[in-house]
């Protein structure tokens, strides 16, 4: 029996180890988007690259499949299927996108999305189709982020 109970609190002081071992850490993320300061300052960018013109022209293009059924490669190593016009595209759009900061891209992008959204001219596959090329267009052009969160913040 006195083994049976010497057995029991070990195992008990075992569990009360095991437990104080994983205890579980939470980390709170402040959200870039709250900072009224930041968002106002990239909306500034944004509206002087002509809230990203050029980029709404080409990612409507790209999702409208008049981009020749092929995948636009980065600027560094423009595709040999895109044409002249394409390739010039998404040439202004990359130097918009690089005249805006680092941390404005991404809102940038969305606001691009948003806007060919607002207009109503794309919907279901097309609007689709853009918000993923949205997402990748500026590891096409070689800056960083290199992805956007897009979609769910459409939604």
């Known amino acids: 029996m006195a083994k049976l109970t010497i057995l029991a609190a070990a195992a008990l002081l075992g569990l009360l180890a095991l437990a104080q071992a994983t205890r579980t ?9 709250d900072n009224p300061g930041k ?9 002087r690259q002509q809230n990203l013109r050029d980029c709404q022209r080409y990612l409507q293009q790209q999702a409208r499949g008049r981009g020749g059924g092929y ?12 044409n002249p016009h394409q390739q010039q595209q998404l040439r202004q759009c990359c130097e918009q996108l690089e005249n805006l900061n680092e941390q404005c891209r991404c809102e940038g992008m969305r606001e691009a999305v948003r806007q060919q959204r607002e207009q109503g001219e794309m919907q279901g ?3 689709r189709e853009m918000m993923q090329q949205a997402e990748n267009l500026p590891s096409r052009c070689n800056l ?8 769910a913040s459409m939604f």
């Open 71 to 82: 995948d636009v490669a980065m600027m560094t190593d423009p595709n040999p299927h895109q």
């Open 39 to 47: 968002q106002q300052r990239c909306h500034e960018q944004i509206q």
């Open 25 to 33: 850490t939470i980390t709170t993320t402040v959200v870039e988007e």
């Open 125 to 127: 596959e097309e609007m």
């Open 144 to 151: 960083s982020p290199r992805r956007c969160q897009i979609r």
